[in-house]
């Protein structure tokens, strides 16, 4: 009777998953799916607009071989923006983690700092941040004003200078970034039972000791999901060098077009799904070891 349980129980849940997601499954096979085959075959081809349409001359590898190995600029800018990418979204949850379990404690006007820090989200739009950040408001005035950017990047080698460099330039945009990372973070922290914590107080725990024996391990999924919200939010803003790059080689290159630009961008596509990847992975193989030990006790 408990595994009839247990498998119907897990059937509903399956059920209901896939009802939740039936939207999104609809409209990615409705609005998605064509664009991006479509764009996956431009980028085989040398694609031309005439004025009888879109000609398309078949080209094999030719632009990828172009993009990683003729073109001096995309590497480069990939490698750089790696760089920055990592402590960023490093930052970012830190950050965010931090935020949520100050007003996570039941203070006055805690609904008040919620909105405050979940307010850049609703106005982050592409445009606004163009407009906000392109006479270089996003950089911080008591960093560029006191040198402390020439400082750090004296001290690093070359190879970390210039990443470092960019990641205090923008560490406005850095930290503007946070505010859903920090109601994940929120909506982690209050399914955590107090009755845990008031028993570890008992048995003599301190709020470090719980901090690290209790909420980390219980806010994982959390963290994992913090990390990739942060990295694909990073990778798809509108302040992204290598999208600016992307869209310039399309809309503003003669001699490549559409089929080298598409292939810049599946090229970009593929790095962030490794690193999105590796994030994953590295997270699940933690929660992993302990599930394993068990079964082996058991």
């Given at each position: 009777m408990r595994r009839k349980k247990q498998y119907s129980l897990r059937k509903l849940r399956t059920r209901q998953g896939l009802m939740l997601m039936t939207p999104w499954l609809v409209g990615f096979f409705a609005f998605t799916l064509y664009p991006l085959v479509y764009s996956l075959y431009l980028s085989f081809h040398h694609v031309s607009n005439t004025a009888w349409g879109i000609e398309t001359a078949f080209r094999g590898f030719d632009n990828y071989r172009r993009v990683l190995f003729t073109d001096a600029d995309f590497p480069t800018?990939?490698?750089?923006?790696?760089q920055t990418l990592i402590p960023s979204v490093l930052i970012i949850v830190v950050f965010a983690l931090f935020i949520a379990m100050l007003i996570n404690y039941p203070i006055r006007g805690r609904g008040f700092f919620r909105a405050v820090?979940?307010?850049?989200?609703?106005?982050?739009?592409?445009?606004?941040l163009d407009e906000l950040f392109g006479g270089g408001s996003e950089a911080n005035v008591f960093v560029s004003q006191y040198g402390i950017i020439d400082a750090v990047t004296g001290i690093l080698p070359p190879v970390l200078s210039e990443p470092v460099g960019i990641l205090l330039t923008q560490l406005i945009v850095t930290l503007w970034y946070s505010g859903v990372p920090i109601l994940i973070f929120l909506s982690g922290l209050q399914k955590i039972d107090k009755a845990v914590f008031e028993a570890a107080s008992v048995d003599g725990a301190s709020g470090w000791e719980a901090f690290w024996k209790i909420t980390l391990p219980y806010l994982k999924p959390f963290i994992m999901i913090g990390f990739v919200y942060s990295t694909?939010?990073?990778?798809?803003?509108?302040?992204?060098?290598?999208?600016?790059?992307?869209?310039?080689?399309?809309?503003g290159s003669i001699t490549t077009g559409y089929g080298y630009a598409t292939a810049m961008a599946w090229i970009y596509f593929l790095a962030v799904f490794v690193i999105v990847a590796a994030i994953?992975?590295?997270?699940?193989?933690?929660?992993?070891l302990p599930r394993e030990r068990r079964r082996r006790r058991a």
């Open positions: 800018n990939m490698l750089t923006f790696v820090f979940f307010l850049p989200v609703v106005i982050s739009s592409g445009e606004v694909v939010f990073l990778c798809t803003s509108s302040l992204n060098p290598i999208i600016g790059q992307i869209k310039e080689t399309m809309y994953v992975s590295l997270m699940s193989r933690r929660d992993r």
